[in-house]
């Protein structure tokens, strides 16, 4: 029997920066037409679409694919500078719903990062 010493809450972390990654490749060669799209996810889905974004930023020539991004409940960090760069690649609204009270939401973030402050839950 194999032992994994990873909980299954760093391993969905992880994956889903990398999906995040894969979804910003998909969308950057326009698989889906030339058309901008939304993007709306909660919890771990937020989390793709925030290192989507991230990944097209690094990218550059992104802007007009993404029309709105709607993360609710992501667990990524708060660092203004970063959701000020994530702006740039999206055309319309990038909206960070939260509840200043989920604790779930910490324990993700921080059980798998130990430090820092997730999105939302700064205060």
């Known amino acids: 029997a194999v032992v994994s010493t990873?909980?299954?809450g760093s391993v969905c972390m992880k994956?889903?920066?990398n999906v995040g990654i894969h979804l910003s490749s998909v969308l950057r060669r326009r698989v889906h037409g030339n058309r901008p799209v939304n993007l709306i996810g909660?919890?771990?889905g937020a989390r793709v679409i925030f290192f989507c974004l991230l990944d097209m930023v690094k990218r550059g020539?992104?802007?007009g694919i993404v029309e709105n991004a709607v993360l609710c409940g992501a667990?990524?960090?708060s660092?203004?500078?970063i959701w000020s760069q994530l702006c740039t690649v999206v055309s319309g609204?990038?909206?960070n719903g939260f509840?200043?009270?989920?604790?779930?939401l910490g324990l993700l973030y921080k059980g798998t990062h130990g430090t820092g402050n997730v999105a939302g839950l700064t205060g």
């Open 6 to 8: 990873q909980s299954t």
């Open 15 to 17: 994956r889903s920066k």
């Open 42 to 44: 909660y919890g771990l």
């Open 61 to 63: 020539e992104c802007r």
């Open 75 to 77: 667990p990524v960090p």
């Open 79 to 81: 660092h203004p500078v």
């Open 93 to 95: 609204k990038v909206v």
């Open 99 to 104: 509840s200043s009270k989920d604790w779930l």
